[in-house]
């Protein structure tokens, strides 16, 4: 893993342009795609850029099982306000929220997946070090599933909604596996509440109790995490 420490998540997005910038410039044709607010910052560096990605195809990592597009709090809506109503690309996949057969669903995502290759991944980082929706004890051989969210998942996502209740209690989420297909990976994360999380995936030992650490066995992954994220490394 390449380490880059910033100050703060405004130079983390600069960076993670730069990031972006360079798989583009080296022939990158598919980018995996997270939401949340780490990737925020960085997305709206790209937003603001000349980069074209009108030939190009996206791929993102997870949708709510139960929210449509125009859900204000979907990811497919997410997406579109923070990346491709100013940046489209040539076609766009998520999960579909809204299709309750989770075995076709899946299936028909593993197949977006094999169909494009992901060149340039984007992942942030959950406090319980998952990444995607992938929690704790997901095989790192998984590929597209549905997710049970973890109350500590359902308890960091309410605040986005009027009150816990409405929090959608399934996703389907990339597997570890898919992730790990990414030609190149770049995982972003800021705050001292991910410390604990960014330890484990660096230093810790690979395990599925901290999904992240599966990345130690991942050939380029670049990882950009503010000081207070990066508070507890040893090194």
Known sequence: MKVI???????????GFQVFKDALDSGAKVFGLATGSTPVSTYD??????????????????????????HPQSYNYFM??????????????LPDGLNKDAAAETKRYDQVIADNPIDLGILGLGRNGHIGFNEPGTPFDSTTHEVKLTESTIEANARFFDNEEEVPKYAY??????????????????????ADAVKGMIEGPVTTDLPASA?????????????AAASKLSK
Not at 58 to 67: A, I, K, P, R, T
Not at 82 to 93: C, D, G, L, R, W
């Open 5 to 15: 420490v910033v100050k703060d998540a405004v130079e983390g997005g600069k960076q």
């Open 45 to 70: 560096e790209i937003t603001s850029s000349d980069l074209d990605f009108s030939q190009l195809t996206s791929v993102n990592l997870d949708e709510y099982v139960g929210l449509g597009p125009d």
């Open 80 to 93: 579109h306000e923070h990346f491709f109503n100013k940046k489209p690309f040539a076609q766009s996949y």
């Open 173 to 194: 989420s990339m597997g570890i596996g898919s992730i790990l297909k990414d030609k190149q990976i770049l995982l972003e994360a800021y705050g001292a509440e991910k």
């Open 215 to 227: 990345l130690q066995n991942h050939d380029d992954v670049i990882v950009i995490i503010d000081e």
